[in-house]
């Protein structure tokens, strides 16, 4: 199996770079889509498929054969535009950096670059999306359905230190609307119902629903409420991050949340969301994260590692509905979201021989 240059790889990924694509902005993603597909064209031989949505185009390219294995990441990103301009893609001292080069820029390239090298790829799917930033609400039933009609899931997610994921937390975001009653603050607040207030009270109660114990965590992230300093606030927004290891804990959060009471009876609570990713137990990988070891070391790789982490990812409804799954094959680096992300150049070639190889086993298993 012959594999690209690191000169290559790095070309692919700057063309990738270049074209920003913050999740939900719409000719961004678009944009975005028509430069992985062109990608894939020019190193695949064949045309990618532009699936339309509501939120931007998916990606998908068939090898024609019978599908076995589904490559499956995300296009979209978490930076607003603009932001290549003040951290463009640049190559330097070992590392590569840029909006989105991380997660998952370059696990786009790697898996692109990894079926290239393949003897065979008839057997082969690639699957990019444009909403995994955002819960994959568009993509979530093609994934589902690719998958399944796959029975494998690679998932190109980044890896931190370079190691696999062989287990994610379930995710969801809830958000909880308060509606209260405007007042004059100072002529006669008594007559108002403080949305703030209420929020406040609820932001206590929705804390004290984690669980550390069972790995549950309940993390109110972000809040808005008012209009001006001198007015009691007649509504208030507060949205909720939760991860559960088990199953069971998803239900219960779903339901402390839908039951939620107002403290002060004048004021209204919309609860909104649920846990929409469920969790991956590490017997859903156990099995291919064994063989992606053995191929690691018939290529003379490093040995690999796998662990288990908070986020989620599109490998949480693959392994939900029964689909052996492995994760974090993408580029090994850090900052995922943050703008200190960056790759680690020296190892790209190496994770698109892992691919590579993981891809021919599992279309000859």
Same mark, same amino acid.
């Given at each position: 199996?012959s594999?690209?240059s690191?000169?290559e790889?790095?070309?692919d990924?700057r063309?990738?770079v270049? *074209?920003?694509?913050?999740?939900?902005?719409?000719?961004?993603?678009? =944009?975005?889509?028509a =430069?992985v597909?062109?990608?894939?064209e020019?190193? %695949?031989?064949?045309?990618a498929?532009?699936v339309?949505g509501?939120?931007?185009?998916?990606v *998908?390219w068939r090898?024609?054969?019978?599908?076995?294995?589904?490559a499956v990441?995300h296009h $979209?990103t *978490?930076?607003?535009?603009?932001?290549l301009?003040?951290?463009?893609?640049?190559?330097?001292e070992?590392?590569?950096?840029?909006?989105?080069?991380?997660d998952m820029?370059?696990?786009?390239?790697?898996a692109i670059?990894?079926?290239a090298a393949l003897?065979?790829r008839s057997g082969?799917?690639?699957?990019m999306?444009?909403d995994?930033?955002?819960?994959?609400?568009t993509?979530?039933?093609?994934?589902?359905?690719?998958?399944?009609?796959?029975?494998?899931?690679?998932v %190109?997610?980044p =890896?931190?230190d370079g190691a696999l994921?062989?287990?994610?937390?379930g995710?969801?975001?809830?958000? *909880?609307?308060?509606?209260?009653?405007?007042?004059h603050?100072?002529l006669e607040?008594?007559r108002?119902? @403080?949305?703030l207030?209420?929020?406040?009270?609820?932001?206590?109660?929705i804390t004290a629903?984690? $669980?550390p114990?069972r790995?549950?965590?309940?993390t109110p992230?972000?809040?808005?409420?008012?209009t =001006?300093? @001198?007015v009691v606030?007649?509504?208030?927004?507060?949205?909720?991050?939760?991860r559960?290891?088990?199953?069971?804990e998803?239900?219960r959060?779903?339901a402390?949340?839908?039951?939620?009471?107002?403290?002060?009876?004048?004021?209204?609570?919309e609860?909104?969301?649920?846990?929409?990713?469920?969790?991956?137990?590490?017997?859903a990988t156990?099995?291919?994260?064994?063989l992606a070891?053995?191929v690691a070391?018939?290529l003379?790789?490093?040995e690999l590692?796998g662990?288990?982490?908070?986020g989620?990812?599109?490998g @949480?409804?693959?392994?939900a509905?029964g689909?052996?799954?492995l994760d974090? /094959?993408g580029?090994?680096?850090?900052g995922?979201?943050? $703008?200190?992300?960056h790759?680690?150049? $020296?190892? /790209?070639?190496?994770?698109?021989r892992?691919?590579?190889g993981l891809?021919?086993a599992l279309?000859?298993?």
């Amino acid at each position: 199996m012959s594999g690209p240059s690191l000169s290559e790889l790095l070309d692919d990924l700057r063309s990738l770079v270049d *074209v920003e694509s913050p999740s939900l902005d719409v000719p961004a993603v678009t =944009a975005s889509a028509a =430069a992985v597909a062109q990608l894939v064209e020019r190193r %695949l031989g064949s045309p990618a498929e532009l699936v339309d949505g509501p939120v931007g185009p998916h990606v *998908v390219w068939r090898g024609g054969g019978e599908p076995r294995v589904l490559a499956v990441g995300h296009h $979209d990103t *978490v930076f607003p535009a603009g932001t290549l301009t003040t951290r463009p893609f640049t190559v330097a001292e070992g590392r590569a950096t840029g909006p989105g080069v991380f997660d998952m820029k370059a696990g786009i390239v790697i898996a692109i670059h990894a079926i290239a090298a393949l003897p065979d790829r008839s057997g082969v799917e690639l699957l990019m999306t444009c909403d995994e930033e955002v819960g994959s609400t568009t993509s979530r039933q093609l994934i589902e359905e690719r998958a399944a009609a796959c029975g494998v899931a690679l998932v %190109l997610e980044p =890896a931190a230190d370079g190691a696999l994921k062989v287990g994610r937390k379930g995710t969801g975001t809830f958000e *909880v609307v308060v509606r209260g009653r405007a007042a004059h603050a100072g002529l006669e607040p008594e007559r108002g119902v @403080n949305a703030l207030v209420e929020a406040s009270h609820q932001v206590l109660a929705i804390t004290a629903l984690a $669980d550390p114990s069972r790995g549950t965590t309940v993390t109110p992230t972000v809040a808005h409420a008012g209009t =001006a300093d @001198n007015v009691v606030p007649a509504e208030a927004r507060v949205r909720v991050d939760v991860r559960v290891t088990e199953p069971a804990e998803g239900v219960r959060l779903e339901a402390a949340m839908a039951g939620l009471a107002p403290v002060d009876q004048a004021a209204i609570l919309e609860i909104l969301g649920s846990v929409h990713r469920p969790p991956v137990p590490e017997s859903a990988t156990s099995e291919f994260f064994a063989l992606a070891s053995k191929v690691a070391v018939e290529l003379g790789l490093p040995e690999l590692r796998g662990v288990a982490v908070g986020g989620g990812s599109d490998g @949480n409804f693959t392994a939900a509905i029964g689909v052996p799954t492995l994760d974090g /094959l993408g580029a090994t680096g850090a900052g995922a979201h943050a $703008d200190h992300e960056h790759v680690i150049v $020296d190892e /790209l070639p190496d994770r698109v021989r892992l691919l590579t190889g993981l891809m021919d086993a599992l279309q000859h298993r």
